[in-house]
């Protein structure tokens, strides 16, 4: 049985030197060689929530769900924070709302590399009653 799984993260368009700039590439590439390494088992599917201003972070492989309209900036009004940042419950509302509804939702931040065995690793735990 092959397992389908959506993986959703938020890329932003940072500037190249910046740190998440020079980690959201290394990101990318770690998801689309574990997807490609788990293709006996699972069925992956990439996309990213982002804001309008950060569509161009999104490379032409990756399936973009809704953009996203609120930050957390909207929720909080008394917050030291001025950054931008997306609400999660948007961010996995957008991921479900596609056609078609995968086995599993995997959320992680977008500076977060994957080992190459990662989604075959959920697949086989999905496959053994692990949700």
Request: charged content about 20%.
């Amino acid at each position: 049985m092959t397992v389908s799984i959506r993986h959703i993260v938020n890329p932003v368009a940072a500037p190249p030197e910046s740190d998440l700039g020079r980690a959201q590439p290394i990101t990318l590439a770690s998801m689309r060689g574990a997807a490609a390494a788990a293709i006996s088992v699972a069925n992956v599917e990439t996309c990213a929530a982002v804001y309008e201003e950060d569509r161009s972070a999104v490379p032409h492989w990756v399936r973009e769900v809704p953009v996203l309209r609120r930050s957390v900036l909207d929720l909080v009004t008394n917050s030291e924070n001025t950054r931008k940042l997306p609400v999660l419950a948007d961010i996995l509302a957008a991921s479900t709302e596609a056609e078609t509804k995968p086995d599993l939702v995997i959320y992680s931040n977008i500076d977060i590399g994957l080992m190459p065995y990662f989604y075959e690793f959920v697949a086989n735990a999905f496959r053994s009653g692990i949700d």
